[in-house]
């Protein structure tokens, strides 16, 4: 189950990001669809895991709910209301780069009752999988409680609210740098891991970084995995995808280095792409 955002993301390309008080021409824009949760969903689809997808658009975002669809997600528990979708304005600058502003919209209209919906459509066993683009994940996470349920966190956007949150019910984080430093107050990786395991000692922890790879942490265990090299036209998404891919694996019980791999191999697929959820390979790309 995957309780998240669905984005309509306004992508322009720019020279460099718009600095304070500039104007700035951008010469290609493109609609994609987007939002770090349907992002999520639809890379674990193209992983070919089972995926539910709950989550909320206004009447102008039937088109996403329609990709997630033919993407193979089980889109029955999104809801179409009254309130715009979700939207990211995102710069894409010569690098590859992004800088992305945020609109909630529809996102941020989940109530307690629509909560205990998802919540109940869960089974004992069941993977949930959460960002931080829905209003009440903290009150999510302190649902989700004696259910059962393997709860996986990808605090991002980061923001200091997350700190109020119950991350104790946290079973996996999975957190990039900055991320990581705002959790744990430190800035090297070994720093931001020896923290984590001393705040969250249940968790497990996964931590990207970006092109120096990704480091996964349990108890003393520490498994790194190298990023491939690739041109990077556009790295919206790459996160979204290793999520999708690492999870889809572990899903099938794949022991971590292949969950590391997986997940490496699709994000580094999807950085040579343009837009989010479209530049999420699908599995027969990977393998
Ligand atoms: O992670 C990338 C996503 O972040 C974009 O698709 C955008 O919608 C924002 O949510």
Same mark, same amino acid.
């Given at each position: 189950?995957?309780?998240?955002?669905?984005?309509?993301?306004?992508?322009? %390309?720019?020279?460099?990001?718009?600095?304070?008080?500039?104007?700035?021409?951008?010469?290609?824009?493109?609609?994609?669809?987007?939002?770090?949760?349907?992002? !999520?969903?639809?890379?674990?689809?193209?992983?070919?895991?089972?995926?539910?997808?709950?989550?909320?658009?206004?009447?102008?975002?039937?088109?996403?709910?329609?990709? +997630?669809? $033919?993407?193979?997600?089980?889109?029955?528990?999104?809801?179409?209301?009254?309130?715009?979708?979700?939207?990211?304005?995102? !710069?894409?600058?010569?690098?590859?780069?992004?800088? @992305?502003?945020?609109?909630?919209?529809?996102? !941020?209209?989940?109530?307690?009752?629509?909560? &205990?919906?998802?919540?109940? %459509?869960?089974?004992? =066993?069941?993977? +949930?999988?959460?960002?931080?683009?829905?209003?009440?994940?903290?009150?999510?996470?302190?649902?989700?409680?004696?259910?059962?349920?393997?709860?996986?966190?990808?605090?991002?956007?980061?923001?200091?609210?997350?700190?109020?949150?119950?991350?104790?019910?946290?079973?996996?984080?999975?957190?990039?740098?900055?991320?990581?430093?705002?959790?744990?107050?430190?800035?090297?990786?070994?720093? @931001?891991?020896?923290?984590?395991?001393?705040?969250?000692?249940? %968790?497990?922890?996964?931590?990207? +970084? =970006? $092109?120096?790879?990704? @480091?996964?942490?349990?108890? &003393? !265990?520490?498994?790194?995995?190298?990023?491939? $090299?690739?041109?990077?036209?556009?790295?919206?998404?790459?996160?979204?995808?290793?999520?999708?891919?690492? +999870?889809?694996?572990?899903?099938?019980?794949?022991?971590?280095?292949?969950?590391?791999?997986?997940?490496?191999?699709?994000?580094?697929?999807?950085?040579?792409?343009?837009?989010?959820?479209? %530049? @999420?390979?699908?599995?027969?790309?990977?393998?």
């Amino acid at each position: 189950m995957n309780f998240g955002s669905i984005n309509i993301d306004y992508v322009y %390309s720019v020279e460099h990001f718009v600095r304070p008080g500039e104007t700035l021409k951008s010469d290609n824009y493109t609609i994609f669809s987007g939002g770090k949760g349907a992002n !999520q969903s639809i890379a674990l689809a193209r992983a070919k895991a089972e995926v539910i997808h709950a989550g909320k658009i206004g009447n102008d975002g039937a088109w996403l709910k329609e990709k +997630l669809q $033919k993407s193979g997600v089980n889109t029955s528990l999104i809801k179409t209301i009254d309130t715009p979708t979700g939207h990211a304005v995102i !710069q894409v600058n010569k690098d590859g780069e992004n800088a @992305i502003i945020i609109h909630g919209g529809a996102n !941020q209209t989940f109530t307690d009752a629509e909560i &205990e919906e998802v919540l109940d %459509s869960c089974e004992a =066993g069941d993977f +949930l999988l959460l960002q931080n683009e829905i209003n009440a994940v903290g009150k999510i996470l302190q649902k989700s409680q004696n259910r059962d349920l393997t709860v996986i966190f990808n605090p991002a956007p980061i923001t200091d609210a997350i700190q109020n949150y119950p991350l104790e019910f946290v079973d996996i984080f999975i957190i990039n740098e900055v991320e990581g430093e705002t959790l744990t107050k430190q800035k090297s990786p070994d720093a @931001i891991l020896n923290t984590m395991q001393k705040l969250y000692p249940k %968790s497990k922890t996964v931590l990207t +970084l =970006g $092109k120096a790879g990704v @480091i996964y942490t349990h108890n &003393e !265990q520490r498994i790194k995995t190298a990023a491939l $090299k690739v041109k990077a036209v556009d790295t919206t998404g790459a996160g979204d995808t290793f999520i999708g891919y690492f +999870l889809a694996e572990l899903s099938r019980g794949s022991k971590i280095e292949k969950c590391l791999e997986m997940g490496t191999r699709a994000s580094a697929i999807c950085v040579t792409r343009k837009g989010a959820a479209d %530049s @999420i390979p699908k599995l027969e790309e990977i393998i």
